[in-house]
């Protein structure tokens, strides 16, 4: 199995709520509901000081169905993965994307996230709103689908 990193964070980008959850290896240790310039900001700190080491987010994809609803949007959510992706790279932290439905289907399907087996207060992000709990969750699809299985990052 590869081996995770000591500090590393997944992200929920979006345009106005954001979720971000903090991981020392497998181990998710904070988890919390913040906005776009309050993360970027943070992630500049923690890159700068070189104790990020790999920051996992989800992808923005642009769907046909929503085209209509697109129209004249200036797509924050691509803006601040870009944000994102441009101070990692600055700072040589690797980052990995994964679509929404990958990590969002793990939990839906797999019994072992849902309570009684793991109860909602078991997870960090709880009590933190959705955008919290969907950075964990995609935290722990890289921890234990991709890791897991030995693809490493």
Same mark, same amino acid.
């Given at each position: 199995?590869? !081996?995770?990193?000591? *500090? ?7 345009? !106005? @709520?954001?979720?971000?959850?903090? *991981? +020392? ?17 943070w992630v500049v ?10 920051? +996992?987010y989800e992808a ?49 399907? @797999? ?9 909602? @207060? ?10 919290? !709990? ?14 897991? !299985?030995?693809?490493?990052?």
């Amino acid at each position: 199995m590869s !081996k995770l990193p000591e *500090w590393w964070v997944s992200i929920d980008p979006g345009d !106005k @709520n954001v979720g971000l959850s903090a *991981w +020392v290896g497998p181990v998710c240790v904070a988890s919390v509901h913040t906005d776009p310039d309050t993360c970027v900001d943070w992630v500049v700190r923690e890159a700068a000081n070189r104790r990020l080491k790999l920051l +996992v987010y989800e992808a923005f994809n642009l769907r046909g169905e929503l085209m209509a609803q697109q129209q004249g949007s200036e797509f924050l959510t691509s803006q601040m993965i870009g944000a994102l992706r441009h101070v990692c790279r600055r700072a040589g932290v690797p980052t990995k994307s994964f679509r929404p439905a990958d990590h969002k289907g793990l939990m839906n399907r @797999n019994i072992e996230f849902k309570p009684p087996r793991r109860p909602h @207060n078991e997870w960090v992000s709880h009590g933190h709103g959705g955008h919290a !709990k969907d950075s964990e969750n995609l935290g722990e699809y890289f921890v234990r689908t991709i890791l897991l !299985k030995g693809r490493g990052y």
